[in-house]
């Protein structure tokens, strides 16, 4: 059975410098950050980014490679690389923060108001057990 990945989020960014918007996609294995632009940024304002329910597409419709060869600020990263992760809600955004094998770091953010908390919890604790921690 092929797995799926599901869009949590279109409001994700990478830090606090960087004000573009992207999509989180989370599949089984996978976090994939995909750059947005200025004009989609603009446009989700504060709202929620992502409808009910949440899209769905085969995993393998991921275009890995030209994701991460599009943008530097585009993310392919696999959950069995991260040695320690960090949840946190926040009061207008959440993020999380990763720690990878190869000692890269990684931070996402995306607003409060997208799902991404909800779904990422429960998926990160199956995936990560220990390795996660929420705050």
Do not use: Q
Not at 14 to 29: K, M, R, Y
Not at 106 to 123: F, S
């Amino acid at each position: 059975m092929e797995h799926t990945a599901r869009l949590i989020t279109r409001s994700c960014t990478t830090g606090w410098a960087d004000w573009i918007h992207g999509e989180l996609w989370l599949s089984p294995h996978l976090l994939v950050r995909r750059r947005l632009r200025l004009r989609e940024t603009r446009a989700h304002a504060n709202g929620r980014t992502v409808p009910h329910p949440l899209p769905e597409v085969p995993a393998s419709t991921l275009d890995l490679a030209a994701v991460a060869a599009a943008h530097p600020s585009n993310k392919v990263l696999a959950l069995d690389d991260v040695i320690g992760a960090r949840l946190h809600r926040g009061v207008l955004s959440d993020r999380l923060a990763l720690t990878m094998r190869d000692g890269g770091r990684h931070k996402l953010l995306w607003l409060r108001v997208d799902p991404a908390y909800e779904v990422l919890g429960p998926a990160l604790a199956e995936s990560l057990g220990d390795r996660l921690r929420r705050d």
